[in-house]
Nanobody, 121 residues
Framework: QVQLLESGGGLVQAGGSLRLSCQASGSILSINAMGWSRQEPGKQRELVATITSGGHTNYADAVKGRFTIARDNAENTVYLQMNSLKPEDTAVYYC???????????????WGKGTVVTVSA
């Protein structure tokens, strides 16, 4: 039982940048993984970036080279730096957590409520 609180969403023009933050609290084990998923209205949620407590990262092809995920283990916080944003990045972004070696869709244990990112053309 981990609570996730996201922040940093907003409206930005194409080519701009945003940084999302997610702070976790609760039953956090030393070995864990966090990440970000996104969902457009009427479409399926997709995992876009993950990071383990050991610092290993993974990115969806659509965001590789533009997004960077990082974490501050001392503050149980994960960040998603989003650069060169495109209109197709518009979505609700959800923070995800699992007390596991790595994160995948079926293994997510906790979800944040989401933060809206809108990218205008």
């Amino acid at each position: 039982q981990v609570q996730l609180l996201e922040s940093g969403g907003g409206l930005v023009q194409a080519g701009g940048s945003l940084r999302l933050s997610c702070q976790a609290s609760g039953s956090i084990l030393s070995i864990n993984a966090m990440g970000w998923s996104r969902q457009e209205p009427g479409k399926q949620r997709e995992l876009v970036a993950t990071i383990t407590s050991g610092g290993h990262t993974n990115y969806a092809d659509a965001v590789k080279g533009r997004f960077t995920i990082a974490r501050d283990n001392a503050e149980n916080t994960v960040y998603l730096q989003m650069n060169s944003l495109k209109p197709e990045d518009t979505a609700v972004y959800y923070c995800a957590f699992a007390n596991s070696w790595f994160l995948y869709d079926g293994g997510v244990e906790s979800w944040g409520k989401g933060t809206v990112v809108t990218v205008s053309a």
